[in-house]
């Protein structure tokens, strides 16, 4: 092998958005890792401002083809909290409902087409098809089940458009719920299957210390609310996010890293930390696929997040099925919301993770700040740290298997970099 060397991947179709990765190996030790992301800024916190409070939901949405429920979620809860408003019962559990939509196609997308071709030696999901049809044929299925939950409550399947600061423009009716059962039904089972089929995959070692960050709430696996706790302690109300956790701006990248404060460590969000920090709030029928499949009660291999999305995929439609199940038509779509002078922080569980919004509002609803923040920005800072430790036990391998492991690496954390081109350059530089 000579002694530099540079490789570059100009397409990497199995991650959503634009980013390179450089690593650096000197004199048989690694030197550097850094995964560059080269996302035009989206400025949606800067052309927020001065909107109707009432609009976030609907612009904020447009940030993600993808988890758009999240935006829309997390956005409307900061404004009501601003408002002093409280949204429960029914309404409520029409959001856990279109957010499980959400959960059901994402994951779906992410470890049946995007990840699971890396286990199975496929360069794409296309190329799996050819010898795995049905699998294919039952994720696109199970995608299309989850979309088609978020039409019937959000209105249209990418940036639904029913949803309020307070509520819904117009709730479903029962029976157009009632209607989605034996879909969601057959979608459950196809997702205790699928856990079983991902749990034979084989999984490179890599465990590390991570702090573990998700919502926990008294009674439910988190998805909509609840309070922000760590696997190292951390347990605060949402309003607390920005004093305990800090963005910043690093030269290699445009998106913003976070890291947990004090100290600038880097922290864990997505489906392994809300599985470890949440498993007892699992529903029964979760605990056994979990159980299954092998997995305790805590899950530390990042290559094993499939099989947690999956676990995730059987609660959310167990979840949908109990929501229909009890779910009696509101009287009204949405609470009246008056705009006041004030600050509203949200959080909710986007697949990939927490994502937080804070607003400032004035006495008549003009934003007057915005602050929003990716689970993929959390994440950056684990990402590149997995990369160290994967890569620095490997540096002996030929270069395009350790590049192809590198890109494995990225996809465990289903990254949304941009929800348009897909691009990755990487470049090893040996010395």
């Not at 991947?9 to 991650?15: E, G, H, I, K, S």
């Not at 408002?83 to 997308?109: F, K, M, N, P």
């Not at 002078?341 to 804070?358: M, N």
Request: hydrophobic share 40%; proline share 6%.
């Amino acid at each position: 092998m000579s002694a530099t060397k540079t490789i570059k991947v100009d397409y990497l179709a199995r991650v959503e958005g634009e980013g390179a990765m450089l690593i650096k190996i000197k004199g048989g030790a690694l030197q550097d890792v850094k995964l560059k992301i080269f996302e035009p800024p989206r400025l949606f916190e800067g052309f927020l401002r001065g909107r109707d409070f009432r609009e976030a939901p609907d612009i904020t949405a447009r940030i993600c083809g993808i988890c758009p429920i999240a935006y829309q979620m997390s956005s409307v809860q900061a404004m009501e909290a601003a408002c002093g408003v409280t949204v429960d019962g029914q309404l409520r559990e029409l959001r856990r409902l279109i957010y499980c939509g959400e959960w059901i196609e994402s994951h779906a997308l992410h470890a049946f087409l995007l990840h699971a071709p890396d286990f199975l030696g496929y360069p794409s999901a296309i190329d799996m098809a050819k010898d795995h049809g049905a699998v294919v044929e039952k994720a696109l299925r199970l995608k299309k089940i989850g979309n088609t939950l978020m039409t019937v409550v959000g209105g249209r399947e990418i940036h639904p458009i029913n949803v309020r600061v307070g509520g819904f423009y117009r709730v479903p009716r029962r029976a157009d719920l009632v209607a989605l059962r034996s879909e969601i039904g057959w979608a459950l089972e196809t997702a205790v299957e699928a856990t079983k089929l991902v749990a034979t995959f084989d999984f490179p070692d890599l465990e590390r210390d991570y702090e573990f960050v998700s919502l926990r709430h008294p009674r439910e696996y988190p998805l909509l609310d609840g309070r922000i706790v760590s696997s190292k302690g951390l347990d605060i109300p949402v309003a607390q996010y920005e004093r305990n956790f800090e963005e910043e701006h690093v030269e290699w990248a445009h998106a913003l890293h976070s890291h947990r404060l004090p100290g600038n460590t880097a922290y864990f969000v997505g489906p392994l930390a809300r599985y470890s920090l949440n498993f007892d709030r699992l529903s029964p029928v979760a605990h056994a696929a979990a159980k299954d499949a092998g997995l305790g009660p805590t899950c530390r291999n990042p290559f094993q997040s499939i099989i947690v999305r999956m676990v995730e995929t059987v609660w959310a439609c167990d979840e949908a099925l109990r929501i229909i199940d009890a779910y009696e038509e509101p009287e009204s779509p949405a609470l009246d919301v008056e705009p006041r002078a004030g600050v509203g922080s949200g959080c909710s569980e986007a697949p990939r993770g927490i994502l937080y919004h804070r607003y400032r509002i004035d006495a008549a609803g003009k934003i007057l700040d915005a602050k929003i923040v990716p689970p993929t920005s959390q994440n950056q800072k684990t990402i590149e740290e997995d990369l160290r430790e994967f890569v620095g036990s490997r540096i002996d391998q030929e270069t395009d298997k350790l590049r192809a492991q590198c890109e494995m690496a990225i996809r465990n954390y289903d990254p949304c970099i941009s929800c348009a081109t897909h691009f990755l350059d990487l470049r090893v530089e040996r010395e």
